[in-house]
Structures are given as C-alpha cells and as structure tokens.
C-alpha cells in the first residue's frame, strides 16, 4: 500500500465493500457529503482558535519551549509527565510565531486530518456508510475538537495511532513486510509523543497476534519478532524520561482504593471521552450505547477490522482498572486515543442501525446531518466550551490571557508587585510580553530613600498562594489593604508599606533579622531590584524572572570600639548555573565578596564572618542573584530554585570574641 493510496480517499485502488450493510454509491454525492463533513470538521477546528486563552496545560509547552534544550530535558525528567519529543517540536514551530493561532494550529491541522483519515481506514475497511458515520462523529465529537484546539499532543497522537492502524491492517491483509516497518515507524514517533502509547502498543501486540497472516497455517514469527523490536526499541528511547518520571513523583499512584472505585472512575472516563462535557450523562449514555452496539458488530464481524477495533478500545480499559492507574493528574483527554476504535465502532453500529431503522435516509445523508447538528450544539448552546475569551476547561486555573489584557492598568508602574504563585506570574508573561507589559514585573524595584513602598498582591481565581487559604486568613494576617480592585478571574490587593527605621546597633551584642514576608521584606530592605516573593514553601525572595536580582539591607552603628559581625543566611538555591553572592560594606567604602554558592547545591544557608576595628557609622549587608534558564520548574519557569529566605545578623565586641575563641582552643586542646 503506497502512502498516496492510504491518505486519498478517492484513489480507484480504494473501493467500497457492497457486502457491508448500509452502503451508497461513491458518487458525486457522496463525495460531496464527504467534503461537506470536511468543511464542518475544519470550521469547528479553526474557528476562533486565537480567541481562549490557553490554559494551564497548554501554556507550560511554550513557556518551557522559549528556554534552552536543556531545560527541556531536565523538565521531562523532573516535573512533566511527557517525552520531550512535542516540545522540541512546538519550538521549532515558534520560530514561525508565538500567537495562539500559529501554536494551536499544529492541533488543528492534525486533527483535521484525522477525520479524513478516520474516513480512509474505515472506508477500506468497513465500507463507505461506516466511514461516513465514524468521520461525522470524530469531526464533531467534544473531545476530538478539544483535542484539536489545543498546544498539546494528543491530535498528533490520534493521527498517527489512525495511521498505524491502518498499516497493521494492511499488513495482516497483504503480509508485505514494507507496511509492517511502516507500522514500526509509525509506532516510534507515536510513542515518542506520549506515555500512553505503551499501552497502545501492548494492546496491539494482542492485535498483532490475532490478525498475523499466516503463511501455511503457521503464524509469521519472525514479522511478529519485528513487530516486539520495534516496539522495544521505541519504548527504549523514551523509558529513561518515563523511569526517572515514575521514581520522583508517581510512586502512590498505582493504589489507594478498591478495585470497584477504580472501575468506576475509568467508565466516568470513557464516558467523557464520548461525551467530553460532565453532568451530561444522557448524551454520554447514548453515545456509548451506540458503541457498545459497534464493539460487539466488530466481535461479530470476525474481520481483521473487527479484531483490531476490540483490543484498541476495550484492552487500554481493562488495563487501566486492573492496574488502578488513576491520580489526580489523569485526564481525559489521555484516552483521546481511544476515539480512534470507538469511532470505527461508531461507524459500523451507526451503519447498521440507520439501515434498518430509517432505510429510506441514505447513510451520507445522515452521516451529513450527524456532523452539521453535533457542530450546530457546539458553535450554539456549547459555545462558551471552545470559542469563547473566557473558555476555561479547568476553572479553577486562572486564565492568562485575561489577565494580561486587564492587570497592567491596576498594578501602576511603582513599587513592588507579588503573584500568588510563579505559575500564574509566568502565564501573565506569556501574553504581556506579547501586549509589551512584562517588564513591569521583571524591573520592579523599591528604591532607597521611598518612605511608602506600595506592594500589590495579585491573588488569581481567589488564590493566595502559601501567604492564606482564604482571604479571610489573608487579610488578618496582613491587615486591611489600602485598596482592593478586581477584574475577570483576579483580584489586587494593595499594601502601602512604610520603610522601617534602619535598625541601629546601641549596645552590644546586638541581633537583628529580616525575613521574605509579603510586607516585612519590602519595609525593611534599604533597596531592592528585579525582586518578587514566590509564596510557596514558606515564601522565598528570588529574581521574578531570568537574569539578576538583589537587595540590600542597612544597620546603623552608634557602639565604638572593634567588632565582630557575624551574619547567617538561609536561602535555596537548587537550579545549575545560579549563582547567591552575599557582599558587605563598612560606611561608603568598596564591597567586599564574603560568600558565593553556584547552583545546584543542596545547601540551604550560607554565611560569613567580618572583624572590623575602625568605627563605622552604617554597615550594608548586599545579596545578589542571577538566575539561570536551565533548571525546569513545572510552574513555566525556574523562579522556584533561587530565592533568599531568611536573614540573622549578630554583632558581638571583637575582644569578647577574640576571647571565647581562646578559650575553645584551649578546651579543645586538652
């Protein structure tokens, strides 16, 4: 089978099978129906792809793809839960644009593609009114277009899986070892594409088992061998992303409840791989009624089509409940594969049963009005779902794009600005980086001298990050703002801070601490740059993006004589190639480095000792940051891998230490 007799669905190679129920003439009307489908399929695909924003899902591919190789590498092995292969892909495809329309059209494309291919396969294989109903139920299925509408990887996944499957089927009816290294091809660059494809290839192996021509009654053993090589080998090329994946953060996935639950939240699943929309059982039931009906047709049927049809789309299931595979993180549309066999199911049952209940309807026509009613419910009463500037598929996730048209008016072009996690700050670069708004964040400052340091808490969908849980716990541990104003999916609460008096030395010893409180840091810094607070994990005080930050924190001294200043700080530092130097000076004289730590280091404090004789009037404590792009952070970023925690100062009269030092050296000594 050569590619072009594959993917054109009126080559004269390919004929219908009359002996199927159900079937038109492949004429002008049917191809007509066919391009009419076509149209709706592509108009449901590209409508309005620019107008929603992405989501959290999709926007992490390009916020990763805009940093180097290998932070991609680093991110699929640490926080991502997929090969690196879509996102190498969608960054080559940036270099072509970085609006929404130009990254989902990847998507579109393919899943357009899909339901001619859906069309190909199964008109080859079934016969043309099975074709006709699976390519009008994947042209306008929810799940199919949300697919397709979005900077993931799943439409590609569905395509090639259509592919390989239609290679399978035509090496099981030919035996031309030339389509089976086109199955392995194929095979390789889907399972490049997605975990879930191991589970798509095992349930092939048991489709490559069943459907092998034999070749004198003896199955073809060293083809099968192929088919495992393969398989092994495309399996191998990914497993060390997935096996260091699996080791840091799925160990308790696998259990935690019965055998029943697990049942029940895999069916909940495929009910929304039928019917994508919840609380929507009605058409979820009827839909899967009709491929219940498909699947059990393919048991029936005895064909190669049929057997195939049975392990692609009942195998991953059982797999799934027997393994109990279901966190938090599986999603639906990780079984958007399973829309290839049950649309061919789709197909053969929709074929059947239009034939004996309204035989006088030809099979193209309903398959025509099928595809128009299902886009019809979309582009009207399910409008908001797809097409719509405040489409959210998760609404507890703040969408981006609103948020960078709407915040920069309320966040002002003073003092400092504090997200409610590094997850939302990111999405807003993406697009106000697009609007020309993102350097307001990034070159915020507090300079010295500002008596009131304004700070705004940008808190998205009513979250407050690691500061509160509510905004009751917000507000009475941080005080009535002096303003709250609110727009579409976030709120900005702004603090007017007052500088605290600079600590003084008047006796000694003398202590003093600073923290990275959400007020208390930006009150009591002299002057900070490039700063933010990440709010997660007890609140860190990092660069707000790629590239410097720093601060600096004054004492003044009003104690004479020699002294010693100790100072410890605890920070994080765990991203390669990021660098905390901590610097002092006495009064106006030259900086002196005291330490430096070059990520990544396990170490989470640092500190330095400074004797000082001559008197001194003020002492400067300098931190400064460079955060680097290697290190992944899931959060779009990597702001999460530097950031100062906490500061202690201690100043002690030198003789007094000069003094317990001798002393311990004595102890010691004996």
């Known amino acids: 089978m050569t590619l072009s007799r594959f993917l054109w669905p009126f080559s004269p190679a390919v004929r219908s099978d009359p002996g199927r129920p159900g079937l038109a003439d492949d004429g002008p009307a049917v191809r007509a129906v066919f391009w009419a489908i076509l149209l709706v399929a592509a108009w449901l695909r590209f409508f309005h792809l620019e107008t929603p924003s992405m989501w959290l899902d999709e926007i992490l591919v390009p916020m990763a793809a805009r940093h180097p190789v290998s932070y991609l590498f680093d991110l699929v092995t640490t926080s991502e839960v997929h090969p690196p292969t879509y996102y190498l892909l969608v960054k080559l495809l940036m270099a072509c644009g970085v609006s929404d329309f130009a990254l989902r059209s990847l998507s579109a494309t393919f899943g357009l593609a899909s339901v001619a291919a859906i069309f190909v396969l199964s008109r080859r294989h079934a016969g043309l009114a099975p074709a006709l109903f699976a390519m009008a139920f994947l042209a306008a299925t929810p799940l199919a ?114 055998y029943l639950e697990a049942a029940g939240n895999m069916l909940a699943k495929v009910g929304e791989t039928l019917w994508f929309f919840p609380h929507q059982w009605p058409a979820a039931v009827f839909f899967a009624l009709i491929v219940l009906v498909g699947l059990v047709l393919a048991a029936r049927l005895r064909s190669n089509l049929g057997r195939v049809v049975l392990c692609l789309g009942v195998l991953p299931v059982v797999f799934l409940g027997a393994t109990k595979y279901d966190y938090y993180a599986f999603n639906v549309w990780h079984l958007s594969f399973l829309l290839v066999p049950f649309s061919m199911a789709f197909g053969l049952a929709a074929a059947r049963l239009s034939a004996r209940v309204a035989a006088q309807v030809p099979a193209a026509a309903a398959a025509l009005v099928l595809a128009t009613g299902l886009g019809a419910w979309m582009l009207g009463p399910r409008y908001d779902a797809f097409y719509a500037p405040d489409t959210a598929i998760l609404p507890f996730f703040t969408l981006s794009k609103p948020l960078a048209r709407n915040l920069p008016p309320l966040i002002g072009q003073d003092g400092a600005v504090v997200f409610c996690d590094m997850c939302t700050l990111n999405g807003y670069y993406w697009y106000a980086d697009q609007y020309g ?234």
């Open 437 to 670: 708004a993102g350097d307001r964040i990034r070159a915020q400052a507090v300079e010295q001298g500002q008596a009131v340091r304004p700070v705004r808490f940008v808190s998205g969908s009513g979250s407050f990050g690691g500061f509160a849980k509510t905004e009751a716990e917000f507000l009475a541990r941080y005080g009535a703002p002096a303003s709250v104003e609110k727009t579409f999916q976030a709120a900005v609460y702004r603090f007017d801070v007052a500088k605290t008096p600079l600590p003084a030395i008047g006796a000694l010893p003398y202590t003093a601490t600073a923290e990275a409180g959400l007020t208390s840091f930006f009150a009591g810094v002299d002057r900070a740059w490039g700063l933010t607070l990440n709010p997660d994990w007890g609140g860190a005080a990092g660069p707000a993006d790629t590239g410097e930050g720093g601060f600096e924190y004054v004492i003044e001294n009003h104690v004479a004589g020699p002294q010693l200043v100790v100072c410890h700080q605890e920070l994080v530092n765990t991203g390669r190639g990021n660098t905390y130097v901590v610097r002092y000076r006495f009064n106006d004289e030259s900086f002196v480095e005291a330490a430096r730590l070059t990520g990544p280091s396990p170490a989470v404090d640092l500190g330095f000792v400074a004797e000082r004789r001559e008197p001194y009037k003020r002492l400067t404590i300098r931190v400064e940051m460079v955060l680097a792009p290697y290190t992944a952070d899931f959060a779009g970023g990597n702001q999460s891998t530097l950031g100062f925690k906490r500061l202690d100062v201690k100043v002690i009269p030198l003789e007094e230490a000069v003094t317990a030092s001798a002393v311990a050296g004595k102890e010691g000594g004996s």
């Open 145 to 258: 277009l949300y697919v397709s509408r979005v900077v993931r990887m799943y439409a590609i996944l569905v395509f090639l899986l259509i592919c390989s499957t239609g290679f399978l089927l035509a090496w099981a009816q030919s035996g031309s070892r030339r389509d089976l290294l086109r199955l392995v091809g194929v095979n390789l660059v889907m399972t490049s594409l997605h975990y879930v494809s191991f589970m798509i290839l095992a349930s092939q192996f048991a489709a490559v088992l069943w459907i092998a021509p034999r070749r004198g009654g003896r199955r073809p053993w060293p083809d099968i061998g192929l088919y495992l090589a393969g398989s092994a080998l495309a399996v191998g090329l990914v497993a060390p992303f997935f096996i260091s994946r699996l080791l840091r953060t799925h160990r308790g996935q696998f259990m935690g409840y019965s």
